[in-house]
């Protein structure tokens, strides 16, 4: 069964930090694009970050670069969000995702975009950052 369970979502005040987490299961690390995006309320889809294993590359957004880190644990079925120096304007649900390989390659510009575009995704976590 194909499953992508988000976790680690919090309130925090600005500039503090929190890590997201997704268990994926049914998805191939090889074989998969896997990544975040995220929404806030009465705003579009913003791709997050993207990693892939067949790869060997990570990609962000330009709104979280050098701030946030994505990484894996493949032996844990683990894919992890690192969010640092908060702001309130990343207050969105984030949703961990998981896409094709031949239809998303992650090093490409614009490729986090993708992830929301097609495939797979879980039902989200809420961050909300707030003073």
């Known amino acids: 069964e194909e499953l992508l369970v988000e976790s680690g979502g919090g309130s925090v005040q600005p500039g503090e930090s929190l890590t997201l987490s997704c268990l994926v299961a049914?998805?191939?690390?090889?074989?998969?694009?896997i990544g975040w995006f995220r929404q806030a309320p009465g705003k579009d889809r913003e791709g997050v970050s993207c990693?892939?294993?067949?790869?060997?590359?990570?990609n962000y957004g330009d709104s979280v670069k050098g701030r946030f880190t994505i990484s894996s644990d493949e032996s844990k079925r683990m894919v992890y969000l690192e969010m640092n120096s908060l702001q309130p304007e990343d207050t969105a649900v984030y949703h961990c995702?998981?896409?094709?390989?031949?239809?998303?390659?992650?090093?490409?510009?614009?490729?986090?975009?993708?992830?929301?575009?097609?495939?797979?995704w879980g039902e989200g976590v809420q961050v909300t950052v707030d003073v």
């Open positions: 049914g998805f191939s690390f090889k074989e998969y694009v």
């Open positions: 995702a998981a896409r094709s390989r031949w239809n998303l390659r992650c090093s490409n510009s614009g490729a986090v975009d993708g992830l929301f575009r097609g495939g797979y």
């Open positions: 990693f892939s294993a067949s790869e060997s590359s990570t």
